[in-house]
């Protein structure tokens, strides 16, 4: 009899530690209705899910977007209006300052330069930070991809400063406490791509090659954001491991459409505090008239 009530008591236990995972798996996660999404969670174990970063909505990018244009019915024919013009769904935390120079700000010049370990001819890594809704970066699965963002150190500081970025930053100086970012998951040029097509699920960030954390992302065409606990500056390098995978309907790729390439809404304030723009300009132009 006491074998038959353990095996009850076992049984139950069981089955509530599998709802359990099933709630975890499935938090925050924003399914179409049109399809029931296959998922692939072979490389995290279930026990490390509840420790996982869950993206959220980034409802500032998606107000931006929204902001010059008129009422759109979905997601999807508000990244149509770039065809256009992409002017009109502009934003600035994920391309940064437009169309003026205006009250620029030291943090404005900051942005990351994206690369990865793995290239596609036709769908290449710079249509991650090419300020387009529409164009992809794909890769597959197997591809064991990696994903690197440091700190651009473009000729555009130099223009606006006549200082390089080196001659100002400090090696000390926090750049982003935590570190966020927002993203665009998924192929973005239509619902039925979008569902055809897979999406990212989860990704490790790294820090200077030390795992920080391990984020998982929505299932949703809409622009989404992550911080981790980290700190990140001038020479710290980011690297992000895709670990995980919504599966498309139809195709075995994997697609990513924009990564934020901009510093400009997610600079640590006491950057703007202690650099000011005219005043670099100015000090440079002082020192060449001695």
């Excluded at 570190?179 to 097509?197: P, Q, R, T």
Aim: charged letters at 25%; hydrophobic letters at 35%; proline letters at 3%.
């Amino acid at each position: 009899m006491k074998y038959v009530l353990f095996f009850l008591v076992f049984s139950l236990f069981s089955c509530n530690s599998k709802k359990e995972q099933e709630i975890v798996l499935t938090k925050n996660s924003i399914k179409p209705k049109s399809v029931i999404l296959k998922t692939s969670i072979d490389s995290i174990k279930p026990k490390e899910l509840k420790s996982m970063v869950l993206a959220t909505i980034d409802s500032f990018s998606l107000d931006e977007i929204k902001h010059f244009s008129e009422f759109k019915s979905n997601i999807f024919n508000y990244y149509q209006i770039e065809k256009e013009d992409e002017v009109e769904i502009w934003s600035e935390k994920m391309f940064g300052k437009c169309c003026t120079e205006a009250d620029l700000l030291y943090s404005n010049l900051l942005s990351f330069n994206i690369s990865a370990n793995i290239e596609n001819i036709k769908y290449p890594i710079k249509n991650l930070s090419d300020a387009s809704y529409l164009r992809t970066y794909v890769f597959k699965e197997t591809d064991s991809l990696e994903i690197y963002l440091k700190l651009d150190k473009n000729e555009d500081h130099l223009y606006h400063t006549k200082h390089n970025l080196d001659e100002v930053l400090k090696p000390t100086d926090t750049i982003l406490s935590p570190f966020g970012l927002s993203i665009v998951n998924g192929c973005v040029k239509s619902e039925k791509k979008f569902l055809e097509n897979g999406r990212v699920k989860a990704i490790n960030v790294f820090i200077d090659n030390i795992f920080i954390d391990t984020v998982k992302l929505l299932d949703t065409p809409l622009i989404q954001e992550f911080k981790v606990n980290a700190i990140f500056t001038k020479n710290s390098s980011v690297k992000l491991i895709p670990v995980s995978y919504y599966r498309g309907s139809k195709y075995a790729d994997i697609c990513i459409s924009e990564i934020q390439s901009s510093l400009t809404h997610i600079t640590h304030p006491s950057l703007n505090k202690k650099y000011k723009i005219n005043t670099l300009f100015n000090y440079k132009l002082s020192q060449k008239e001695d």
